[in-house]
């Protein structure tokens, strides 16, 4: 049995991720012992029902004797959340899981006491659930974790990020550190524009669905199926998202419709070569994901059939 990473981990905020690291960080020995808090007084209870961790009424006595504290709160509220800092004890590591890094370090960094080192985090790992019933121990293996350590803080610092890289690779993912300006930019792109085509596709689909009488539910294997898998997500989750990344997701929705406009004039110009340039090119793109282990070629991408 390999020593656990950290003594105490206490996480604010139980549902998809904070209840997926709970699950991984006993099953792997990861950690001793969990800390919860949930501000939504169901999902605490729901926590302890599950036998998640030690449940508390408060945030700041869930973090008191944590090694360290992971905020997995919706980003819109990781300010608030992080206000418990002020309860950690000193040499622990504070980090989050949000899935905007920018945002997060310009609410929550000022927040650290002196002692306590901000590591900022994202796990690249999740489903379209949420709640702590959503969450599962294996979320996190063979997934990328993105660190984004704040610059020159010291070897104390430094030690403390590492720690926190273990404490990810424990858990199965691979860890990859960069700025969070960096990956706010390559999560506009990979992850927070395809959600925004998805939402806006069912949007569309919805408005035609009088004109289709229904066919479009009916015959939705055809491709938008896809989409509403992605398009199920927690709307607060995403709404948050959108209006902390505004930037780097409107330079990326700028980039989109360039390319849309110039489809659409090659399928109005009957121009098949440049459709059929752009189809080659993608494949080959899609080849990549399956070379690089991000997906499968398993019937319906292997993910779960959708229930009812
Ligand atoms: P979730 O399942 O909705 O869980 C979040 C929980 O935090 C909810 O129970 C919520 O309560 C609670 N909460 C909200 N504000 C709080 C506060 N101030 N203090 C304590 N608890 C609070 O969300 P999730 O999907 O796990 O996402 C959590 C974070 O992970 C987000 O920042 C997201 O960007 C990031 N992330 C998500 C995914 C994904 O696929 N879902 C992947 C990677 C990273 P209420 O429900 O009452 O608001």
Redesign the pocket.
Known sequence: MTNPVFERIAI?????????IARAAVEKGAVGAVSI????TD?LARAGELGLGETHAS?AEAVTDADAVFL????G??G??GEAAAAMKAGAVLT?????KGAVVADVAALAPEGVHFVPG???????????D??FPSLFEGRWCILTPLADKGAEYDAAAERLAEFWRRLGSTVEVMTPERHDLVLAITSHLPHLIAYNICATAHDMESVTEGEVVKFSAAGFRDFTRIAA??P??WR??FLNNRDAVLEALGRFEDDLTALRKAIRNGDGQTLFDLFTHSRGIRQSILDAGQDTTAPNFGRDKPKG
């Open positions: 604010i905020g139980i549902g998809l991720i904070g209840s997926s808090f949930d501000a939504n999902a945030a997995c709160v919706p980003v509220a990781m608030r959340a989050d899981v949000g899935s905007v994202h796990p690249i790992a999740g489903t379209e659930k949420s709640g702590p959503a969450g997500s927690d607060t989750m948050d998202v």
